[in-house]
């Protein structure tokens, strides 16, 4: 069972940075592949970054390819999504979410089996 709570979202202006963290609980955090999923208004819920277990490997989607940056500290339980030249289009819901095993690119949100409650982005143009 892992529980995951997200923060660092905010709002920013188009061009502009922002950190998002989400915290996990629970004792086989670095089992667990880790991935980002964001939600616009009126929009699926669609895959942004995923990074496997030991952090070694990660998959960015092509919308945030070069912008975007995952990461995590399996001392610390903690995943990260570094975002940087920021435009409107992001504006979204970002969730953080878990699966057990290897697999960290896979864009489907019904292979994760547990989800943070999200933390609000806007980029302002």
């Known amino acids: 069972q892992v529980q995951l709570v997200e923060s660092g979202g905010g709002l920013v202006q188009a061009g502009g940075s922002l950190r998002l963290s989400c915290a996990a609980s629970g004792r086989t955090f670095s089992s667990y592949a880790m991935a980002w999923f964001r939600q616009a208004p009126g929009k699926e819920r669609e895959f942004v970054a995923g990074i496997s277990p030991s952090g070694g490997s990660t998959y960015h989607a092509d919308s945030v390819k070069g912008r975007f940056t995952i990461s995590r500290d399996n001392t610390k339980k903690e995943v990260y999504l570094q975002m940087t030249s920021l435009k409107p289009e992001d504006t979204a819901v970002y969730f953080c979410?878990?699966?057990?095993?290897?697999?960290?690119?896979?864009?489907?949100?019904?292979?994760?089996?547990?989800w943070g409650q999200g933390t609000q982005v806007t980029v302002s143009s």
């Open positions: 979410a878990a699966r057990g095993g290897e697999i960290y690119y896979s864009a489907r949100r019904y292979d994760y089996a547990y």
